[in-house]
């Protein structure tokens, strides 16, 4: 079944083209690594998934349902906006943590907003939640008192509050020390199942390379390159592929 | 009668600094009440998307805070009663009475007018640095969980904000007692008012200036009293890191 | 932008209807005389200005000044209500019609004059120099206080005699700072009323070291209404009735200025 069918996107910024005519899909279940190098566009398009941006050209079909059309976006109510981008969830780079609450209250907050359940069902959930990315002894603490990992830990239990269809990863770990980047690749590829489809922005190759099901490579607004990791990673058709793949393993 | 003795003096004027402190109070807290919500309706007309209306908003911003309090409060309580009415009057044919009154609510309400557009400029201001001061991923982790503008501002932003301007706050919240001062020159008896009447004479003492650097005791004790509530909300707030 | 300039109509409006004259007509543009009749209360300007207009002990304002209001508003038939203003601003507050007189022991000077539709003059005052009392010995003639440096009101009858005599001066606020700056020194001299300084200066007063000596002139008060009121005139009559039934002189005995009042 596919969850979900991105067609034809594009975006600019004046003159400048960000995303050129961007096109995939993607199976429920599978988890998508996006790579490139900065500036590729990668970000920019999990920033259009999530309404973040509006495309100039495309349209994305999630569920067989088409949640956003280039066509008729200016028709689009807030109300309906706020109601299509919860289809997808989204981890930042940089947390973006709530600092004035603590733990259960970052992951309590937009349910209970979005009044999603009972106060009680609320917090159980929750703190299944946080128990599922290991921080349920920290449950008390605000987010000054946590490490960078355990910062995104609590921001990936956040985004799983909501139940999104297709959960992003905008390079979780790049702003985290080294030591830290194991932990919340691990909490990951944990969520990894069936039924969560998730799209995974990252400069790590080894954990695109074993984790993913499909892999994307992104060079100057449009992919380069997409298959799965053995043939992208194994056996890289396009010359700026081969180049990306051996500068980055240079770097190690 | 003449009062000579210090005192005799002293139940005189204590009792005329209380009068006058009670009128220096309330304008206080008439202003902090009108201008730190008008402060934020302001504050977001200048950072409105629409290019008219944040010109317009800067513009208004701009004067009342470029130009002298004493003078805007000349304006406020003599324009409408020296040139609106005559004008309306020569238009309409008929005597009107828009004027402020000259009793002392009269004069009380224009310099409330005055001190609140005053001060909300100059809160907006505050507002707005607090405001764009709050990073931008705040504003969009709010949005990809799916919450609305105004749930975004008052769950997310807003004590964030707070958080960043009670020192500037503070600081121009304690300008303002002192600014109360101004309103004298519509003859709203505010303390200093009170004081200055014993150098001119009045209730049988003249020419005593201590009663008007008595007033500065009573000031210090307000502005005391608001640097402790400033300091205890500031300590309030320390639970978290902006 | 429409929100914001009706949430300041709004605001405007409210502040009119706490004053609680919001936008009351007043039927075809009335006389002065009528205006006043209609409201019901004249409205006196005045500063805090012994013996002519002050408190006493139950905060109720009494003076010479005073007194002669309150029996004239009850002669029009309407209460005197009395709102101390900042002198400076007497003008703006008639017109404005946030006061409708000033009678508070007013100077007629070509100025005044000018501004305001003034009753004849009904009390002398003179312009006198203040001293120490210690050295009032010394400065008994206009020519003796050449070499003082003066202290005098801005805009006041007294600068314009320190200017006329050739005095150095220096301006101050008001005739009360002109008199703080003798006694502490900061200037040898001012030129204040000859009423003020019977009130305010010499034993028994708040400035018992200080005295007075020169009249450099003499002048008169007048009570200032709008230009064009027709109060102007019946007040004028009030005060030859007054005069005329010794009501007049009664009070003014009571607040020891009979000497200054004019009786022809």
């Not at chain 2, 009342?64 to 040139?83: A, D, K, N």
Request: glycine share 8%.
């Amino acid at each position: 079944m596919i969850a979900l069918e991105v067609r034809n996107i594009q975006k600019n910024y004046g003159k400048t083209e960000v995303l050129k005519d961007i096109s995939f899909s993607l199976e429920k279940g599978q988890v998508l690594a996006i790579i490139g190098s900065s500036g590729s566009g990668k970000t920019t398009l999990l920033r259009c998934l999530n309404f973040l941006e509006t495309p100039q050209e495309g349209s994305i079909v999630v569920n067989g349902k088409t949640i956003f059309d280039a066509a008729s976006a200016s028709q689009l109510t807030d109300e309906q906006i706020r109601e299509n981008r919860l289809h997808f969830g989204l981890v930042f780079q940089s947390f973006n943590l709530f600092p004035q609450y603590n733990v259960l209250q970052n992951v309590t907050l937009a349910p209970t907003l979005l009044k999603l359940g009972t106060a009680q069902e609320i917090q159980e959930k929750a703190k299944k939640l946080i128990a599922q990315v290991g921080l349920s002894e920290r449950i008390q603490a605000y987010p000054c008192q946590l490490s960078g990992g355990q910062q995104q830990r609590v921001a990936i239990a956040r985004a799983l509050a909501l139940n999104p269809d297709i959960l992003c990863f905008d390079e979780p770990t790049s702003a985290l020390d080294p030591e830290l980047t194991g932990e919340v690749l691990k909490v990951i590829k944990g969520l990894k199942s069936k039924d969560s489809t998730m799209i995974v922005v990252t400069h790590e190759m080894e954990f695109a390379r074993h984790v993913a099901d499909k892999v994307i490579f992104m060079a100057d607004g449009i992919i380069e390159e997409m298959g799965t990791p053995e043939q992208v990673f194994g056996n890289p058709q396009k010359e700026k592929t081969k180049a990306f793949l051996q500068k980055s393993l240079e770097e190690f | 009668m003449e009062l000579t003795t210090f005192s005799q003096q002293f139940p005189v004027v204590i009792q005329a600094l209380n009068v006058g402190f009670v009128q220096t109070l309330k304008l206080f807290f008439v202003t902090l009440l009108g201008a730190l919500p008008l402060g934020l309706v302001i504050s977001f007309g200048s950072m409105s998307r629409f290019r008219g209306l944040r010109g317009v908003v800067k513009t208004i911003v701009w004067i009342v805070r470029g130009s002298p309090l004493m003078i805007q409060l000349m304006i406020i309580y003599y324009f409408p009663g020296l040139v609106l009415q005559p004008f309306l009057e020569q238009v309409l044919g008929y005597s009107v009475n828009i004027g402020w009154g000259g009793g002392e609510s009269g004069r009380f309400t224009a310099a409330a007018v005055a001190f609140i557009f005053n001060y909300a400029c100059y809160f907006s201001e505050i507002y707005r640095g607090g405001i764009q001061g709050v990073p931008i991923g705040q504003q969009e982790a709010g949005q990809v969980l799916g919450l609305s503008k105004s749930q975004i501002f008052f769950k997310i932003t807003l004590l964030q904000m707070v958080k960043r301007i009670i020192p500037p706050m503070a600081n121009e919240i304690i300008t303002l007692v002192k600014d109360t001062s101004l309103a004298r020159i519509i003859a709203l008896q505010e303390i200093i008012w009170a004081g200055q009447a014993f150098m001119k004479g009045s209730q049988g003492i003249s020419g005593q200036l201590w009663p008007l650097f008595f007033t500065a005791v009573y000031y210090l004790a307000f502005n005391g009293i608001l640097t402790v509530l400033f300091a205890w909300l500031e300590q309030k707030l320390d639970y978290f890191k902006v | 932008m429409k929100k914001w300039i009706a949430s300041a109509i709004a605001v405007w409006m409210l502040a009119l209807s706490l004053t609680g004259c919001g936008g009351k007509e007043v039927a075809q543009a009335t006389s002065d005389m009528e205006y006043v009749k209609g409201k019901g209360t004249l409205v006196v300007g005045i500063t805090d200005f012994a013996p002519m207009d002050y408190k006493d002990a139950q905060g109720e304002w009494i003076g010479f000044d005073a007194d002669l209001a309150k029996a004239f508003a009850e002669s029009l038939g309407v209460e005197a209500e009395f709102v101390e203003i900042d002198w400076d601003n007497k003008v703006p507050e008639l017109d404005g019609k946030t006061i409708d007189c000033v009678w508070n022991g007013m100077t007629l000077t070509d100025e005044v004059r000018s501004a305001m539709s003034c009753t004849n003059a009904y009390c002398n005052n003179a312009q006198v120099v203040i001293v120490p009392a210690d050295q009032a010995a010394n400065y008994q003639t206009a020519e003796n206080c050449k070499e003082l440096n003066f202290a005098v009101e801005a805009g006041s009858a007294g600068k314009a005699q320190a200017d006329a005599n050739g005095f150095s001066y220096t301006e101050v606020k008001d005739q009360a700072t002109a008199l703080m700056e003798v006694a502490a020194g900061t200037c040898d001299a001012a030129i204040i009323d000859s009423l003020m300084a019977a009130a305010m200066v010499g034993e028994g007063t708040g400035y018992a070291d200080l005295t007075y000596t020169v009249a450099l002139n003499s002048e008169e008060y007048g009570v200032g209404f709008r230009k064009g009121s027709d109060l102007t005139e019946a007040l004028n009559t009030f005060f030859a009735d007054a005069l005329a039934d010794g009501t007049m002189m009664k009070l003014a005995e009571t607040y020891g200025v009979q000497a200054a009042v004019i009786s022809e």
